[in-house]
């Protein structure tokens, strides 16, 4: 499943030969079933992590809004010690973000040590939305994927391991999105009219997240294109692309005290 979603280190993610209505192969009864396992399988590694204390990892979630960001995330860690685990959700900056570099706010909360760090949404909005809305002029805009690649480069040598995920959505999954968020009472508030413009820029997103993708894709951060118009699938890819992660890092427990006696309890 990883090569079929991987955005290979000089590729691009060729969004035009890739189906975000891709159940990748699975039925959805076995797909959940699936999940269930990794969500086990987290929270173990997750463990071992922390007793190792010395490396962390890195969950960068990008796509369009009615992507299904946040359900990913409820679906993903549901089962993982929330003590471990930081979300971190980038809105339009504030003023006091705005009178820094746009890697401040993003640096301030990388994992600690032990932890993982979900960013919902990232530092490439600061490639992608500020250049579709033209809130930065577009010769400062070019020279992000650069510094980005660098930043991550030293982020991933310092012990963090990276992982980029594109939630694939298709137009009509994201106007079904959009309905499902109308009509539910409970949803509702999240709509806001800000959405609907979103939606007409569709293409030019699209178009953007094409080259930053192609720029950014790294070996030490690579980005995974996962096919988001079934929740099912969007979870159960990046459940495993965190489980494969984790276990490549095989993280170590630390020996146990020898000054410890089993016995004396
Ligand atoms: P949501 O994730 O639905 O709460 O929406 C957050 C909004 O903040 C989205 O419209 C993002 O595009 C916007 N946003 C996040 N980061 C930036 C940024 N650096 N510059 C401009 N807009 C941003
Ligand atoms: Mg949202």
Redo the contacts with the bound molecule.
Sequence with gaps: MKDELLVKPGDHPHFANRDPGSRLGLEKAEGTKRLEKLQERLDLLQGRLFGEGKRSVLLVLQGL?GSG?DGVIRSVFTGVNPQAVEVH?????SASELAHD?LWRVHAVTPERGTIAVF??SHY??VV??DV?G?VPKDVVRKRPRHIREWERMLSEEGTAIVKVFLHVSKDAQAQRFRDRLEDPEKRWKFRA?DLE?RTRFDAYMALYEEAIAETSTEWAPWYVVPADHNWVKSLAVATLLADELERMDPQLPEPDPGVDPDSI
């Design positions: 809004d960001k959700p980038f809105r339009a900056p746009y919902n949404r909005e600061d939305t500020v809305l809130l800000g979103v």
